[in-house]
Nanobody, 114 residues
Framework: QVQLVESGGGLVQPGGSLRLSCVASGMFFSIYRMSWYRRAPGKQRELVATIISGGSTNYGDSVKGRFTISRDNAKNTVYLQMNSLKPEDTAVYYC????????WGQGTQVTVSS
């Protein structure tokens, strides 16, 4: 059974940083495409960042230059380093794993506010 467990969310002031983690189990992690999505109140789900098995990355326009996605295949973990956070980054952040099927974590809340 595939499980994705996110952690690292919380409350941070504008301009601050957070690092999200997503630990995967029940899957051959290294071959999956891993992504972070977010959903802000009243908005549609948005792709934040993706990293494929080979390490190539892709980012949503709103986070380019501020967020960095990475993975540690030995730890079955994908990370999202978020810097220069803005209030508009406030959302529930979800970990996503995709190969032949798609799996989701339960989400972690990120709130950017002074």
């Amino acid at each position: 059974q595939v499980q994705l467990v996110e952690s690292g969310g919380g409350l941070v002031q504008p301009g601050g940083s957070l690092r999200l983690s997503c630990v995967a189990s029940g899957m051959f992690f290294s071959i999956y495409r891993m992504s972070w999505y977010r959903r802000a109140p009243g908005k549609q789900r948005e792709l934040v960042a993706t990293i494929i098995s080979g390490g190539s990355t892709n980012y949503g326009d709103s986070v380019k230059g501020r967020f960095t996605i990475s993975r540690d295949n030995a730890k079955n973990t994908v990370y999202l380093q978020m810097n220069s956070l803005k209030p508009e980054d406030t959302a529930v952040y979800y970990c996503n794993a995709e190969l032949k099927a798609t799996y989701w974590g339960q989400g972690t809340q990120v709130t950017v506010s002074s």
